[in-house]
């Protein structure tokens, strides 16, 4: 499909000079994206480049099937474009951003509103969507919550115990990463990248350094890109291991819950030993890795792997084995298949619901290229394929890492790194344990960052779990949300 | 004299006692989860801080909101002097005191459900309206147990109705109450008392605003209806009457114990319901105790 496509094409982890990306006038470059959604291809990402007082619009688009990126962009404009989002929802979060930052109208849309502009002290939610009736009742939680989690505002509109319609307001986190990374990189950047979501440490970092090594037009050395596989693995067990405690609690069941508790920390301390830090700060540096696995500490990882590993099968294993927590699981917060595929959920939210999408699989790059494994596939789209892909992705996680502990590559830790090229545009897309981790780099001539774009993949599934509620009791919410589990900062940049 | 003693000692016993029963639930779950958990008398120290902190009103609430929590527990305490203490026999018993008993219970949620909606929060009311929709269920099964109880014995007071052993019945009767006794005081799978998520909530959900000294009533009235009806569960199945004071006694302790050994066990290895799946279950508990009815009165016949 790609190969006729009008866009310019690259892989994972490439870059192109930003004259080769073809240029149309606004209506002309909105067809053409409709028309490739239209076939299938999926918006990785589209946002604005301010070209003095103009924008230009650049739409990153994924062809899964044929392992391929594809970008265009806008020539510069002011005003209003025709909307994406009545055809392809999966626009609607990237059209109401470039109306946010840039002061582009798409004209069509049928929800615009601010993504995380504050008003004040507090983001402006704009209205709610509100249900009219007089048995319906109104009921908002947040943005601050009972537990010790982040902010965000939830707005139901219930009928009795059942949700007709959730909106979920965000923005309280919004720190100004992107503003923060014009005229870039700085020193500090690859800090702030660790923290656009702090348990997504190393899926962001890893995107941030293979940009820059895109930039200059080099690769890191593979016994880095080995570790950075490694770590990324790790951070996946960690999340999913704790998530499916986190679901075990909110469903009353102990025992899972407080083993979950307990194993996700011992996935977190395996991070530790590879580089002293539990969410795998400080390890990955642009060019290679700051620390390297020496055969002794691989070996003592593997030791420390393999029973955390047996462990965790066993918790899982009770939670299946309880019929009333598949009683609990099964049915619940259900997202269909071609909802999933038309508002582009990624990640595990995506694969519950039987979409093969998995960036390690569709656009290998770094040390994926080399090793592999199969990605996790289960039908459903309710709580129960959520929870059952991530445990999943836990067995598969594991394996992968017990293979790849014992048969490392040789070879330098570290490359020196030229500068970025400059007038360059680069593409990373990393799977993180939530899903597809997308940032984009644009250089000026002097080979500073002109744009960084972050998509977080929260970006795409908070609408998933808008509808997931929809038709679901209230008192289902926590499993739902907790199903998901997404990020609100890294939502909120 | 003697009975102004026994007032003494008897209310001792359920205000005393009362707050242990959390605790021992608390231990046994966190034994079973492999973890040391909160101290057995945790509720205690609770109740002694809560009693020390001021009291914080909502700008929309009635002094209701502070009252309400005090008349249910004064409910409940009413309600546990009209219940039997094995060999000790009732602190107050005349003829009907079974019907005054359940109007006692009912006040009691009348008013907490009345403090709830107070503050007119979204959470309060959608835990009200569960609280009350489920009670509704639970009632009928307890009313059926009280009139098995009743008919067996051909009394309406609990002195009598508790006194002569179970038959065949016993069995249905036992689960009959187990599980509304688990669905009244809140627990697993009915409601989470560990939650943090007011969603899901149901009965916590109710006194979220509540603080200081009311709700130390609240949670004290809490562990005392936990106490009664688990001493209404021993005494109503297990044939103490012909025993010795003293090994009556005992045989109560050691009931009461099992049982709140037991819904400890019930919250380690069962996760909770969905709601649309809570009627189900107090409609069986109605039907178990309508067979115990049943067997009450034909059983008499034959």
Redesign the interface.
Known sequence: MSASTPFALLANSGSLPWAEVPAWPVADFIRACSTELGRGARLCSLFGVAEGEATQLVAVLAFDADSTLAVGRSTPMVGSFPSLTPNHPQAHLFEREVWEQHGLTPVGHPWLKPVRRTAGNAPANGEFFRVAGGEI?????GPVH??IIEPGHFRFQCAG?EVLHLEIALGYQHRGIEEALGGGPYRTTLMQMETVAGDSSIAHATAYVTLLEALAGSEAPLRAQWLRAIALELERLANHTGDLGAL?N??????T???CGKLRGDFLNLTALLCGNRFGRGLIRPGGSRHDLEPARAEEMLEKLLPALTDTAQAIAWLWD?S??R??FEG?GRVFAAQAAEIGLVGPAARACGLVRDVRYDHPAGWHRFAQSPVTVWPGGDVFARARVRSLEIQRSGEFLAGQLICPPEGELRDDLADPEPDTLAVALVEGWRGEVCHVALTDNAGRFRRYKITDPSFHNWSGLALALRGT??????ICNKSFNLSYCGFDL | MNSILDLILRLDCWLLLAPLLPGIINKV?AW????RGPPVLQLYYDLARLWKKGVVMSTLASPAFVILPAVTWVALLSAAMLMPLGPLGAGLTFRGDALLWLYLLALGRFCTAWAAMETGS??E??GTVREVSYAVLAEAALIAAVLTLSVQSGSISWVTMLGPPMGAGAALLAAGLFIVLLSENCR??FD?P???????MIHEAMVLDHSGPPLAAILHGASMKLLLFTVLLVQAVLPMSQLKPLAAGAVLACGVLGVTVAVGLV???????????VPLLLTTAFLLCLFALLVAWKGGLA
Do not use: C
């Open positions: 009742h109104e009921v908002a939680v009972a537990g115990e075990a909110d469903v009353a069941f102990l025992p819950s407080s083993t309880s009333s927590v009683s609990r619940v009791a209230i008192s289902d919410f926590p | 779950k079973v989860a492999g973890r979204a959470f009311g959608m697993v799978p989470d560990n939650t943090h998520l007011e969603l899901t919250e380690s290895l069962l996760a909770r319901f969905a709601f649309r799946r």
